[in-house]
């Protein structure tokens, strides 16, 4: 197992130890000899550990890493999860259980979001290091917890976010650290999920705020994780507004679930999940023990969510950001300005008028359910000096998911843990604190009508500069 301060190297004969500072990359580094493979446990065996964190980790780093324990609590999705992922380790329902048998160097935790501080916590307790999914967490009480657990341990905790990985943001990232518009002062940022995408959180556990925290944490996670990473600062004081008012309790009729509902033919939002083979497998086979309904009624009841979302957000640099999240859109995409000292640049994708070709909704929600490639060439960012002419950069993008962000990201975690990363992509606890501290703020500013400060929400104190 690989400690923060005395990393134990795994090399043979074969490579040389990469030296680096592991307190400054939230990474460990995993050196290995052939014979001697990182041992991964999952917990969490659904769409995205058996796909991102799953097969496409046994497909592409067989040579350095093998899975020893896969947990579900359901035991029908665990063991389609060792079919479909093609490895023969042994299934677990206690987590526990799993850790002591199996003595994996690295848990990769792809739970429910609300349960995600568990086997975080439990697993660095127990000696290894952790690599989450967003959300770190859904409530402020959980992520001090978790920051506890993390400060005692000697183990590393590490935060998925794939986003920053992808080309477009880092291209932004890299504009606005060589202070192309000069100091940012302020940002608007808006996210538009479309009718398929934005539904989709409401058909299963997304809808219920006890299960993603809402989709202020579950979603804007990514969005507030790059906010705080392209300005480099820490949120400050936060104030929002959200409403339900286009699924859930306010639909038109609901039904028990899409495969049964008497208004299939007059509702917009129907959803085959008979005609997806991998939806029917991971899920609708294994529904008896757990109850876990995939395709769930999206105007049912028991929804509490919010569905539009706006919040303003004043950063320690006082950088003010206006902030917007929409999961009704007819087009899924998203657009952010920042304003500053020296001129604006403005970054958008998938804006249906501002692409030469035309996109299908459904086509891109497909895409992103399966966790496959995206295919696109190249999109635009402008840079906007004060007294001159905008110009257009073309920024390309290679083949591969998020174009080729996550296997940066995969790549960095395995393979290249130590090298050197100019735009700081890799993110540690604090960023996924950080990150979720936004979203927690929103709701708790919706719910008392004031604003929130983040450093009243756990012991982190807001910085000017994030990593200084
Ligand atoms: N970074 C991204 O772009 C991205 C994309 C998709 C999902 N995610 C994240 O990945 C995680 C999983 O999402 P998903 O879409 O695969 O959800 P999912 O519902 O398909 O899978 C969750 C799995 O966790 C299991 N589970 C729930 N509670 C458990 C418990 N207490 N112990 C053990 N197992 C438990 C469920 O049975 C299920 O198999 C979420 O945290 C989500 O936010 C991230």
Redesign the pocket.
Known sequence: MISKLNRRSFLGTTGAFIAGSLLASPLSAYALSKGNKIRVAL???????????GRTLVNNYADILEFVGL????PG??SY?ASYMGVDCPGF?D?EEMIKTTSPDLVI?????A??H??IIKGLDMGCDVL????LTTDEDKCQQILDAERRSNRKLIV????RWSPYPTKIKELLQKGSIGRVTSVDFHWYLNTYHGASYFR???GLRQC?GTLWV?KA??HFDLLNWWLDSDPEEVFAYGDLEHYGASGPFSGDKCRTCPHKAECKFFWDITRDKRMMD??VK?EHY?G?I?DNCLFRPEINIYDKMSAQIKYRDNTFVNYSLTTYSPFEGWRIAFNGMDGRLEAWLDIPWMKSDNISQSEMHKLEMS?EEEIRDTEPIIVHKLWEDYKKLDVKFPKGGHGGGDELLQDKVFRTPDQEDPFERAAGVRDGAMSILIGVAARKSIESGEQVRIAELTDLKPRVRRLS
Do not use: M
């Open positions: 917990a969490g065996t659904g769409v995205r550990g058996t796909s991102f964190w947990c579900d609590i359901n999705r665990l999860a329902t987590f935790v792809t739970t429910v979001d349960t995600h568990q086997f989450t999914e967003k959300p998925g976010f794939n986003y299963r556990w997304h993603s579950h996670t990514h991971l899920y294994n757990d876990y995939r966790q």
